[in-house]
């Protein structure tokens, strides 16, 4: 005990002898950082939110060598591959599982691919965006690892100390890891800059290398089946990464005045988003839900037609630049976090601003 509180007289008194042990500390934990990126990729490309891992992994440290896991099959996971290997100068190695079963990607098989990677590359930190991607393999693959893995990372204060939101984010709170090796992690995507400047990386790509996959045990693997994907095509830009948001509530009260949105999201460039209420009765796809069981956006622009702004509501979008409100009760609580509040009725504001707001070039 004695002992103890001596320490951290010490510490308090910031000792000249507790500081450099602390530095020399640090630094020798951040010598032998090296990070599993677990990636994501569509079209032949990484996708933003994996580029927001790679951002991620970067912040734990800059000495630190990446690797990024990609699985898939045929062409376009050969191309995601060669935009991995230029798209940050940090990446080291680019690890490519190639299979016609890993076409659709599936917790299962992705699991047993990052434990075996993991057996071999002994990295000291393995991380993913929190997307329903990273969601649905990160904890596997940490069960499968028996470590604790640490969700919605939203800043890295150090190599092994994190802030995550809880309370459906109306408080942070601050994680230390202690367990061993792998410190896994999901990242929200949009607390860390993903676009960085690929010059760097493309003057010196990484190495790619396809890893031998015939060790999956198909009794595992085999236990769940791909059947199909459904999903809406749109030409709008994708929810969890626009630049302006426009999202409807129940207040919308019907799919076809939901089209009203989406008429102003065309004009504007925007991506379209709704509450759960409006998600529940049927007026859009659950895939447009913003909040805390829904996407988590953080857009230069949020404007939220006839949305009350319910605590789960605000965990999805409360980091929005800028927040404008358009709701025809003063005392919406919607109206707690907007920058720019107008009181008042959505049927009105929408089709002015239909009028008024030209159209996209
Ligand atoms: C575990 C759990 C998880 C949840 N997760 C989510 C989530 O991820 N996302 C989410 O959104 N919700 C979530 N919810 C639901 C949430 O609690 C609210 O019920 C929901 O967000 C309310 O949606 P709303 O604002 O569209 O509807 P309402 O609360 O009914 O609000 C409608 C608003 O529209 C305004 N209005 C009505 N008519 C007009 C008009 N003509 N013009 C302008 N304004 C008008 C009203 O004044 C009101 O403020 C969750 C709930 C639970 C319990």
Redesign the pocket.
């Known amino acids: 005990m004695a002992a103890i509180a001596a320490l951290k007289a010490l510490r308090k008194s910031s000792s000249p002898c507790f500081a450099p042990f602390r530095t020399t500390f640090s630094q020798s934990i951040r010598r032998f950082i090296s990070t599993l990126i677990v990636a994501e990729h569509d079209g032949g490309f990484v996708k933003p939110s994996t580029l927001s891992a790679i951002a991620a992994a970067e912040v734990v440290s800059k000495e630190n060598s990446i690797s990024v896991l990609l699985a898939g099959s045929g062409p376009s996971v050969e191309k995601a591959a060669q935009h991995a290997a230029t798209c940050h100068p940090l990446v080291s190695e680019v690890l490519v599982a190639k299979a016609e079963e890993l076409e659709h990607p599936m917790a299962e098989s992705w699991a047993e691919i990052v434990k075996m990677v993991q057996q071999k590359g002994s990295y000291s930190h393995i991380m993913a965006a929190s997307t329903s991607f990273g969601k649905n393999i990160l904890p596997r693959a940490a069960a499968v690892l028996d470590v604790s893995p640490i969700t919605d990372v939203v800043q890295i204060s150090e190599p092994r100390l994190f802030v995550r939101p809880i309370y459906a984010g109306n408080a942070l709170c601050t994680v230390q890891y202690t367990g061993l090796d792998p410190c896994m992690m999901t990242i929200r995507s949009t607390s860390f800059q993903g676009e960085v400047n690929p010059d760097a990386a493309k003057a010196n790509p990484a190495t790619i290398t396809q890893i031998d996959i015939s060790f999956l045990n198909q009794e595992i693997v085999g236990k769940s089946k791909w059947l199909s994907l459904s999903s809406q095509e749109s030409e709008r830009p994708d929810l969890g990464n626009a630049r302006v948001v426009i999202t409807g509530?129940?207040?919308l009260k019907s799919a076809e005045n939901f089209k009203l949105l989406e008429k102003l999201a065309e004009k504007l460039g925007a991506a379209v988003g709704a509450?759960?209420?409006?998600v529940d009765a049927g007026y859009v796809p659950n895939d447009l839900?913003?909040?805390?069981?829904?996407k988590i956006v953080a857009p230069e622009l949020y404007i939220a037609?006839?949305?009350?702004?319910?605590i789960?509501?605000l965990?999805?979008m409360r980091d929005s630049k800028v927040i404008v409100a358009?709701?025809?009760?003063a005392d919406?609580p919607?109206f707690q976090v907007a920058d720019y509040g107008l009181v008042?009725?959505?049927?009105e504001v929408i089709p002015e601003l239909l009028e008024k707001v030209p159209e996209k070039k």
């Open positions: 509530g129940r207040a509450t759960r209420a409006a839900q913003v909040g805390q069981t829904g037609f006839g949305v009350s702004g319910a789960q509501h965990a999805g358009v709701n025809k009760d919406a919607i008042a009725d959505l049927f």
